[in-house]
């Protein structure tokens, strides 16, 4: 979704993914990201962005003048990792990338229980707390 938006709006898209990541598997530190993330705000009046990083959409969301909160279920999710292309950007092959498939599935199974800031109360918190237009996609009808 983000990408066709940014491309039908012709606005920057920002993967989280990208500043979230030194490495694969080497977090950055947070005070690093969040700079990225208050430099491209400054230097991008319209944007859309993904992530799914509660600590780093804090910081963005004070320049967010709408949110969409992809929330279709687990089930959708581990169907969607199951069937996503190779992520070039992301690991070095497709036999890498598949070799991280089942802690992917495991994690992603988990979304519901945990409580990090990849969780379902993470992201749950943040929708409710954001005052301006939002929507939630749970694959049915979105909700204001």
Known sequence: MA?????????????LDQLAWNSP????????????IHAFAASNPEWIAEGCYADLLEPLLAYATEIRFLNPGVE?????????????????SREEQDAKLS????????YETRTDEYSLARHRRLYNDFQ?????????????
């Open 76 to 92: 959708a999710c581990v169907e969607n990792s199951l069937a996503r292309p190779w992520e070039p950007a992301k690991y070095p």
């Open 25 to 36: 598997g080497v977090r950055k530190p947070f005070s690093e990201s969040e700079a990225e």
């Open 3 to 15: 990408r066709r938006l940014s491309s039908d709006y012709q606005v920057p898209h920002l993967d």
């Open 132 to 144: 301006g237009p939002k929507q939630e996609f749970d694959g049915r009808q979105p909700r204001a």
């Open 103 to 110: 802690f992917l599935i495991e994690w992603i199974r988990e």
